[in-house]
Nanobody
Framework: QVHFVESGGGSVQPGGSLRLSCAAS????????VGWFRQAPGKEREGVLC????????DNGDSVKGRFTISRDKAKNTVYLQMNNLKPEDTAVYYC??????????????????????WGQGTQVTVSL
């Protein structure tokens, strides 16, 4: 049975950092593109960063550019989201999911949420004073 588990969320002050983990069981993350998404209260879920099987990555606009990075640890079957210089507008529930149809992240990857599977339960990130 496939499970994706996100962890590492919490409450931090603006300017702080968190590293989120997306651990998969019953499934090899290596073979697919993996995306991190987030959903803030009252807003639609949006893409944050995507990583391909060759570790190329794409963001979704300028909101996290230069602050967030995505990476894989193939030995641990885990994808990470390193978040630095966090801002209040980063407050959201963060999810990871795998795109079973792709090995790379196309330019419109964030609009292809219907292609992503095995969504986890999410991890809450709260940025406030």
């Amino acid at each position: 049975q496939v499970h994706f588990v996100e962890s590492g969320g919490g409450s931090v002050q603006p300017g702080g950092s968190l590293r989120l983990s997306c651990a998969a069981s019953g499934f090899f993350l290596d073979y697919y593109a993996v995306g991190w998404f987030r959903q803030a209260p009252g807003k639609e879920r949006e893409g944050v960063l995507c990583i391909g099987t060759s570790d190329g990555s794409r963001d979704n606009g300028d909101s996290v550019k230069g602050r967030f990075t995505i990476s894989r640890d193939k030995a641990k079957n885990t994808v990470y989201l390193q978040m630095n210089n966090l801002k209040p507008e980063d407050t959201a529930v963060y999810y990871c999911a795998a795109n079973l149809m792709r090995v790379r992240c196309p330019e419109d990857w964030a609009a292809l949420q219907h292609e992503y599977s095995y969504w986890g339960q999410g991890t809450q990130v709260t940025v406030s004073l």
